[in-house]
């Protein structure tokens, strides 16, 4: 498992590629997710979208944009896996 900071600075060197994250799941098990992390077309920019973006930083999760599905994904930094 990488540590938090490890995991910031990979997703900080991604920028605005497409990354795939490799994570553990609340229940144990492991999920792969393949998307964007600042995606630009798809940021909520109401008070509420900014509300709920630093409620899941001070939670310590990191959202994603999920290609496949087209819907809003989320991690915890201390339970990544691997990234790519």
Do not use: C
């Amino acid at each position: 498992m990488l540590t938090k900071d490890e995991v910031h600075k990979l997703l900080e060197a991604k920028g605005t590629k497409i990354t795939t994250v490799t994570f553990i799941k609340a229940d144990g098990s492991e999920r792969v997710v393949n998307g964007l992390l600042k995606p630009t077309s798809q940021i909520v920019g109401s008070d509420r979208g900014l509300a709920q973006g630093d409620a899941m930083r001070a939670r310590g999760q990191v959202p994603i944009w999920e290609i496949s599905s087209r819907q809003w994904k989320s991690f915890y930094a201390n339970k990544v896996v691997d990234i790519s």
